[in-house]
Structures are given as structure tokens and as C-alpha cells.
């Protein structure tokens, strides 16, 4: 059964950093685009960041570009998302999202991902 599971959330103050994991099992993780998406309670789904399924190419949010670094490692079937400079407006439940076939991507469209993982929670408070 495929799966994705997000580690790494807690609590950081302002400006700090956290790095989450997204392990994912029970596909071929290397074939496939991923992205990571947050939530706001209250508010919409929000895409943070995507990858192309070799790592070539990343896509990012104007909110979090030159915050965040969206990475993989393919041989660990692991999606990674560092944060740095993290602001209160960060604050949100993050998930990370099993894309398509790279070419079939446009990343920003949230219909496009069909296997979600259950959310970190992210907190940023000083």
C-alpha cells in the first residue's frame, strides 16, 4: 500500500530552521514528481514546493522562495524540506504530496497530487 509518512515538525522560534522528512514506501518514489503543501487552520491548502522526480528541477512558492530548499534522495525514498529564516507566518501543518510523471506537472495545481501523507505540524513562535 503506498504511503507517505512526515517527520520532523516541532517548534522554532523566529529565524530559525527545521528540516522536515517524507518517507515515502509501497510505490517507485523515483519515478514520480513530489511536493510539499501546508495548511492553515481556517485557511486552504497552500503548495510550498516541488521536485522533479530526479531532483533536476525545483518550483517554489514566492512566500518561501529563498527560505526553503526542497531536496530528495532517491536510494532512501525520502523527500526533505529545509526551512531557514522561518517566520510566524510559517506556522502550519505541512504535508508532502505524490505527484505524476514530471512532464505532467505543473506543481501549483493541487488536483495533480492523488497520495498525501498525514501532516507535521510546523510552529513558529518566539
Known amino acids: 500500500q503506498a504511503q507517505l509518512v512526515e517527520s520532523g515538525g516541532g517548534l522554532a522560534q523566529p529565524g530559525g530552521s527545521l528540516r522536515l522528512s517524507c518517507t515515502a514506501s509501497?510505490?517507485?518514489?523515483?519515478?514520480?514528481?513530489m511536493s510539499w503543501a501546508r495548511q492553515v487552520p481556517g485557511k486552504g491548502l497552500e503548495w510550498v514546493s516541488g521536485?522533479?522526480?530526479?531532483?533536476?528541477?525545483?518550483y517554489y512558492a514566492d512566500s518561501v522562495k529563498g527560505r526553503f530548499t526542497i531536496s530528495r534522495d532517491n536510494a532512501k525514498n525520502t523527500l526533505y524540506l529545509q526551512m531557514n529564516s522561518l517566520k510566524p507566518e510559517d506556522t502550519a501543518l505541512y504535508y508532502c504530496?505524490?505527484?505524476?510523471?514530471?512532464?505532467?506537472?505543473?506543481?501549483?495545481?493541487?488536483?495533480?497530487?492523488?497520495?498525501w501523507g498525514q501532516g507535521t505540524q510546523v510552529t513558529v513562535s518566539s
Open positions: 521536485i522533479y522526480s530526479d531532483g533536476s528541477h525545483t
Open positions: 509501497g510505490f517507485s518514489f523515483s519515478l514520480y514528481a
Open positions: 504530496a505524490k505527484g505524476g510523471p514530471d512532464a505532467t506537472m505543473t506543481f501549483r495545481d493541487l488536483s495533480e497530487y492523488k497520495l
